[in-house]
């Protein structure tokens, strides 16, 4: 067993949770490269603790995993080896490589370029794991995460949630005739009526159930509307600089113009805009990710642009439900709008990212071609989810759900503005916001903040600067503090890293 | 209530089973035409009976629908009325029209006009309501339902789903992180890994976890393959003529060539292979429609031409499990062409298509950028149907239900064999297929298989001609029978209807 003295087994920051996982994809690795050989005898699971720090139940899983996927094999009484063919060595005459090199391995030049573009792997980079995340309290390792747009799991209900699901499931079982697709591809009827009524009261979204479509999360609806409103080649979509890189990569992969457009404290800088922009992507409520509001007199000229060139606006409500303070801030599409707004909303901050429900309260006349587009990306969405949701808001969960979670992240948000201006408050200055799950601070003149940023990296705290979510130019550094994954007492040990 | 007596409610043939969304679909495309004017009274729901012939509760639904999406207001004692601003004329500046025109409305030209070509929506105008279908039977119209492409709901085994939902969505609020979509967007590694067994048992598709992506169905497959495989303007991909339109749309969605290829009895004719084709669609199993298998030789000849030309093959592999006939045919896939070929199953056919899940076995070449472009798409599929149906499949239900559905089917399609040689035998010739829920029959000379297809579809038998799947001009005129959604009962009497 030579070999695994090479094999960095850096298990520490995983917990014990992901541990087989991990522990998985680190010898798949070392197959995969070469370090382990065909034919080599892995340790006996017995021997896990010392070969690997991990108890014998997960490495006997993780061991499971490599058999499943070929690269290991059993042999009776004499333990587990390194396969003599792997999958990769089976399928592919090419040159192999990791994982990470498996897309460069196309030598013939049979995948459409664009995902393989360096910047497009950036952009959607760290988001290939989005979704709901225990903060670092709950495990062993000193892992701390501020990145933003995560959200903590263990306050979903989920004993509800399962309650509600084996009811709509028991539904389905009587009457089996719900679960055709006959209910429309637009999106279940109870979940559409649904969605009009809860984010009409929530974010006077005012809608019915006609003017909703139910995607596969906010990245879908980002998807969708991009193969509807862009012609390949010929469409200039501005977009927030700073801004979500995954919706630009939607939009660019649709074969659209990417023109970056300023953000300043009153929200995208309309002045800014192109004369031959289409279509405007922007986030009104809580600029990701910045966390500045649009303005009233931007909001004003934003949709009079749109009017008087013909163009369109996305407008992404990623967090609107959790606002804090400051007076309430209509949805862009709330306002006399309903023209020109594609409204997106999603399930995954104010539920969980794992159902990937999301929505686009769409313009009358975009509406049957967004179905005929729906239906060739995947005709609708998984239809016990669908119910599922349904019925968790028409039994009043979803309110009652984020009444609750809104007093926990205003908690955390306070904490984490009271420690910014007592810990950090010579280097960094928080812009205002007023809603959502992450606060972005910028540098005061002359503050280094690679190396507060560097400090802390150094003691496992995961956090961004703006600079990553820039496609332009900076104009401003700064760091982008999301307390989401980040309880009270993660945001206190965080903060006193930087020291 | 005048403007009632010109509303066609023809509501006998819907069942009682979608009766409130069926009377709500009518009343509201009245509202929408004109016929039902703002300020009109509708009904009082006691004399539903009366006036739509459906019941009291049945009105109050569809009321209810109504007053949610904002076509109907109630005033308190006084009833219901259709409102004075409904919304198409709130949203719209533009000259409205019914549901069916609303696309036709984008008069400024901001929608991409590839989804408002009329060849788009007739490739994908049957298919708004793919997947279960109760068999007419069940219903009080007479309705028999031939189309293919439908699976009858009643056979599955509801009760055993909710129970493994139930106890999966137990684990998750045991252990939420498993909800994490850190177990892959390339698909829950549980579901990858029982996919992976089951279809190397059933499909001889050898692949381990790593190998297999999961998607939303096959369709959302196709779309991913169109997209990471077409270079908008430049690639030209090959499809079988007759064959499958929506898989069509997909690849034409994403700036593909289409090149029709004929297909005889056996299979798809490899020598007619356009030189500079570098995606090649094909059922090698069961052509649809025509239902053929594709013969060895032409599968050999197949994977040599893909070889040399440096171009990929799609195999559809969408009711593989259903064999009945014949000596086993392997996947193509399941020969040495794991470089070659993308291999998409589906779990519409064996499970439910309102789950929305399918994967793709692809070249390990291929999967880092597959996984790179399903992020872009909706980043995974919802994890709690993924969880239920790893587990479905790894408490052996699937293979369970397939063994007991394949049953049912056999003695369908044996039914509909024996029926239509004694009574359309002198028009009709079946064409041989050993899988699938469905089978073709081509017209033998001089019979006039419309006149045979007007008679039965003026009895409400619903029929599909080959001549609907051709891209090219068709070779051969005829008829597809399905009986996904025609159980035997149905099979007797639809097939005596053409007399």
Chains 1, 2 share one sequence.
Not at 115 to 129: H, I, K, L, S, Y
Not at 285 to 314: C, D, N, Y
Request: glycine letters at 8%; one cysteine or more.
């Amino acid at each position: 067993m030579d070999p695994l003295f090479e094999i960095e087994l850096d298990l520490a920051t995983e917990g014990s949770r992901d541990a087989a996982s991990a522990l998985y994809g680190r010898l798949r690795a070392a197959i995969a490269d070469g370090r382990l050989v065909a034919g080599a005898r892995l340790p006996a699971t017995r021997k896990a603790q010392a070969f690997f720090g991990v108890s014998r139940n997960v490495a006997m899983q993780a061991y499971e995993m490599l058999l499943t996927a070929g690269y290991a094999v059993s042999r009776h009484g004499a333990g587990t080896f390194v396969a003599p063919v792997t999958p990769a060595a089976r399928a592919v005459p090419l040159p192999a490589g990791g994982d990470a090199g498996a897309a460069l391995a196309d030598t013939a030049g049979r995948l459409n370029p664009f995902w393989t573009r360096p910047a497009v792997r950036a952009a959607m980079g760290f988001w290939e794991e989005p979704g709901e995340q225990a903060p670092a309290s709950t495990k062993k390792g000193p892992a701390i995460d501020f990145r933003p747009a995560l959200i903590d799991s263990r306050l979903f209900p989920f004993d509800v949630f399962r309650r509600v699901s084996a009811k709509q499931l028991r539904g389905l079982e009587r009457k089996p005739a719900r679960l055709r697709s006959a209910q429309g591809n637009q999106g279940h009827f109870l979940l559409r009526q649904a969605i009009g009524r809860h984010f009409g009261m929530t974010r006077a979204v005012v809608c019915g159930a006609d003017d909703v479509l139910v995607t596969s999360g906010a990245q879908q609806a980002f998807d969708l509307l991009a193969r509807t409103l862009v012609a390949p080649g010929r469409t200039v979509v501005a977009i927030e600089d700073p801004g979500y890189p995954p919706m630009r990569v939607a939009f660019a992969a649709a074969g659209a113009t990417l023109v970056p457009v300023r953000v300043d404290d009153e929200g995208l800088v309309v002045d800014d805009l192109p004369g031959d922009a289409s279509v405007i992507c922007v986030c009104p409520s809580h600029q990701f990710p910045l966390g500045v509001a649009m303005s009233a007199r931007r909001r004003k000229a934003l949709v009079e642009f749109a009017r008087r060139r013909g163009a369109v606006i996305v407008e992404d409500d990623y967090d609107g439900e959790f606002r804090y303070d400051g007076s309430p801030l209509e949805a862009l599409r709330a306002t006399d709008a309903a023209d020109v707004v594609f409204f997106v909303g999603t399930f995954s901050k104010c539920m969980l990212a794992s159902l990937r429900l999301g929505f686009i309260v769409a313009p009358t006349w975009a509406m049957a071609t967004l179905v005929a587009a729906k239906n060739c990306l995947d005709w609708h969405c998984a239809t016990p989810v669908q119910m599922s949701v349904a019925g968790f808001i028409a039994e009043g969960h979803l309110a009652h759900h984020v009444r609750k979670v809104r007093e926990v992240y205003r908690q955390r948000r306070q904490l984490l503005l009271d420690t910014l201006a007592a810990q950090l408050g010579d280097w960094l200055e928080p812009l205002p916001s007023f809603y959502g799950m992450h606060v972005a601070a910028v540098a005061r003149a002359h503050s280094d903040l690679d190396d507060v940023a560097d400090r802390m990296s150094q003691h496992g705290v995961q956090l961004h600067s703006l600079a990553r979510y820039h496609l332009g130019p900076p104009a401003r550094t700064g760091l982008v503090f999301g307390f989401g994954a980040a309880d009270l007492d993660d945001i206190r040990r965080g903060l006193a890293l930087q020291r």
